[in-house]
């Protein structure tokens, strides 16, 4: 499932010449920073939840239309015990979204002459986890996530967002404390979420984006 969400993302970024947009950027550069939860698994015996502050993120999104685009991604998320923070995981992920500009389709840009918006987002990401406990070996996880983008735009070039999203990881051996969930090799789906603020820079010699013209 992540595979093909990821090809299929990369095939249309790749081909992005087919359609073009006249008078409108459709590139954007875009940051987070936030919160990330750790729903399960981990062990119920720390003092933790092992969520906090710890998320960042960078993309870079191409819109085939107004409404339809991809966005190639980059995730970290850091999993660690409170107080102290040498329990835990790290994850790093890549991977590519499904992006939806569910603000144009319900007319909510048109209604604050373009001054707020809400994109919604399909996401597959391959992820490398390691351990912060240094005996355990790293592990390669797929994680598929769903979100929302509430946006407020600053100018042309330049908007405010924040974002929700909620992640599947299909398989793990490592629960967010970073030490096995079994003895053997047996994996778990595991779910967290990412609740996050930033920026979004539009790219392009155009003086209007797609996202809201």
Known sequence: MVKKIFSIALFLFCTSTVYSQFNLNNVSLELNYGYNGAIQPYNKQFNSNFSGFNHFEVGLRYMFTENVGTKLIFKSDKFVNDPGGVIGIQYNSIGASFVYNAGKKIG????????????????????????????????????????????????????????????INLKQLYGFDGYPIHNSKLSETGYFYNLSIGLIYYIGENRYHSDWF
């Not at 996401?123 to 240094?134: E, H, T, Y």
């Open 108 to 167: 909510l840009t048109y209604l604050t002459r373009d001054n707020l918006g809400v994109l919604i987002h399909l996401d597959g990401s391959i992820g490398f986890a390691n351990s912060l406990q240094p005996q355990f070996e790293s592990e390669k996880t797929n994680i598929i996530g769903l979100g929302i983008t509430p946006q407020y735009r600053i100018n042309n070039k330049i908007a405010i967002v924040t974002d929700f999203t909620y992640n």
